[in-house]
């Protein structure tokens, strides 16, 4: 007595088909593999763009103010050069928030292409799938971007207390 019927050896054409329908899975797998690298890529080079310009327009509006505020106090009488002076750590401050923000920007950026070398590839879906250390990667590139944000706009804070520090300064000269 049999409890179903009897399994014959497949035929050389349901191996084919088997053979055929792995290839294609081989080649989804090496299309999904590729777009996750192409993402990689393109948003790395996108978050290092937008971020190092922004930073860096930072630093130039903050060390432009310093010179020119430089240029302008090397004029003034000299019981007036302190008051303008003081001013300067503004600038300087967010010179050196910016420079932070950069150094932010660049390791927002590392963490990013490794969580993305971190993820895992297989050969059947889904094809791309965190790996191990992909979620300790996610939060310290979250860390680092939101640092790398605070930074750059700590720098534009600090230009415009600085500016108005220059105001107050020069009213009080007036």
């Not at 014959?8 to 053979?19: D, G």
């Not at 993305?116 to 191990?132: A, F, L």
């Amino acid at each position: 007595m049999s409890n179903g019927p009897s399994q014959s050896p497949p035929t050389a054409a349901e191996l084919e088909r088997q053979k055929w329908l792995h290839e294609q899975n081989q080649r989804a797998a090496e299309r999904a593999h590729d777009t996750s690298k192409e993402v990689a890529l393109q948003v790395n080079e996108a978050a290092i763009s937008a971020g190092n310009l922004a930073l860096r327009m930072s630093l130039l509006i903050n060390g432009g103010a310093a010179a020119a505020l430089l240029t302008f106090v090397g004029g003034l009488p000299a019981n007036q050069k302190r008051a303008v002076a003081d001013t300067l750590v503004w600038f300087a401050s967010g010179v050196a928030a910016a420079a932070v923000g950069l150094g932010l920007a660049y390791l927002t950026n590392y963490t990013m292409v490794m969580m993305q070398g971190s993820k895992m590839w297989h050969n059947q879906p889904p094809y791309v799938v965190d790996g191990p250390t992909t979620a300790r990667w996610k939060r310290l590139n979250m860390v680092f971007h939101i640092a790398a944000l605070l930074a750059g706009l700590a720098s534009l804070v600090l230009f415009i207390v600085g500016m108005l520090s220059v105001r107050a300064a020069l009213t009080k000269l007036a």
